[in-house]
Every structure is written in C-alpha cells, then in structure tokens.
C-alpha cells in the first residue's frame, strides 16, 4: 500500500464483510485517504480508528540508532525481524482501493488500483499505542508491503499486502510463522489498473 488509498464502501457493509461489529463508528465514502489522518482499521473486537504512520519514540534501527521518520509502510521482508516493529498488534487496514504515480515531476499520470470484481479488500497491517505528552494515548498504524504481482509491476515496485476474510483470523492471531506466509503478493489478474478519473470509475 502506498501513501494514498481510498474507502468508498459504507462502514456496515465493511463490518459485515469482515465479520465484526461496526461498534456505532461511521464516517462517510472517503476517496483520498493520506497519511497522517485517522483511518478504519480492523481488529478482533471491531472496527476502531487509528492514526496512519507509527510514530517511532524509542524504536531504533539495525544500528541501533533512532529511528527519526514516521513509518506509514513496514516491509514484509523484515517486519517481523527489525527493532523498529517490537511490541507491535496486527491489524487490517480496509479499502476499496489505492492510488500510484508515475512519470516525471508535474507530469505525473494518477492511478487507480482496485480489485478487478471491484470487491474490498484488506491490508495486512501493524499497530501500537502512541503515549503523547499530556497523557494523550494515540492508536498508530502501518501497512505491510511486499513485491507487486504482474498487475501492478510495470507502476511500482512494492505493494500492499491484501488479505481475503479467510485469512484474517490467521493474521490477527495466528503464530508469527502463519502470519509470515500470507505476505504474498495478490495473485495476477486480480487486480485492475485504470486512470485515476473521478468521473470514469470503469475497473469492473
């Protein structure tokens, strides 16, 4: 999953789909989703709203230094071996879809990513407690990205890891090793790529 993403389904629709109770949160269809802003995210007891990108207060790299920018992607590839991931819960990101670019700077063409039923889906995710000055406790989450299938490679070199309800419950609970094999890339064919234009939605 990159730096923008988009969730255009209603709440009680992505509760029912993912099995779990919409807890009374609503928020309306959001077609451009960036980082730093609260995002749906799925746990076992529901859906909750959690701030997208891990503050690192306290996490430091293979070095041993502080980690100094705030982690909106972690890597499947070590995400479950960096320092800068201790202590953190998995969770589920859900979405209608995301957004790349391409070509040069202020020629960029937009695209949309979707799945080609026009289905939802779920990224597989990390999660922690930020601890702010004054008490404040903030909920603060990361996608996990890994190599794009054929549906994406020719627009960029990583994406999100979509999981499928079947696989949620291994991801938010099973071992570390069962969760380790669903960090696959989505199979080929799977996905649609179209130009991002908000009137001419003609993935599906």
């Known amino acids: 999953m990159p730096g923008r993403f988009f969730l255009t389904a209603s709440l009680s629709d992505v509760a029912a789909w993912a099995g779990v109770s919409r807890d009374g949160l609503d928020q309306p269809a959001r077609r451009n989703i960036a980082p730093g802003e609260d995002i749906v995210t799925i746990l076992e007891g529901g859906l ?6 891990l503050i ?25 071996d960096k320092s800068a991931y201790e202590g953190v819960g998995r969770c589920l990101i859900p979405a209608n ?7 040069e700077t202020r020629k960029k ?24 000055p004054g008490g404040i406790d903030v909920p603060q989450v990361a996608s996990i990205t890994c190599a794009p299938n054929a549906d994406v490679y020719e ?3 990583r994406m999100g890891v979509i999981l499928r309800p079947n696989q949620f419950e291994t991801w938010l609970h099973g071992t570390q090793s069962d969760a380790a094999k669903l ?3 989505f199979p080929d064919g799977s996905l649609c790529v179209e ?4 009137v001419d939605w003609s993935c599906g």
């Open 48 to 53: 909750g709203l959690m701030r997208w990108g």
């Open 56 to 80: 690192p207060i306290g996490r430091t790299n293979a070095r041993g230094r502080p980690v100094m920018e705030t982690l909106i992607n972690a890597r499947s590839e070590t995400v479950f």
């Open 97 to 103: 879809g995301w957004y790349e670019w391409t070509g």
């Open 109 to 132: 063409q937009a695209w949309r990513i979707m799945r080609a039923d026009r289905g939802l889906m779920a990224f597989a995710a990390i999660y922690d407690t930020w601890h702010g």
């Open 155 to 157: 627009i960029h070199h």
């Open 183 to 185: 960090m696959q890339p």
């Open 195 to 198: 130009p991002a234009n908000d």
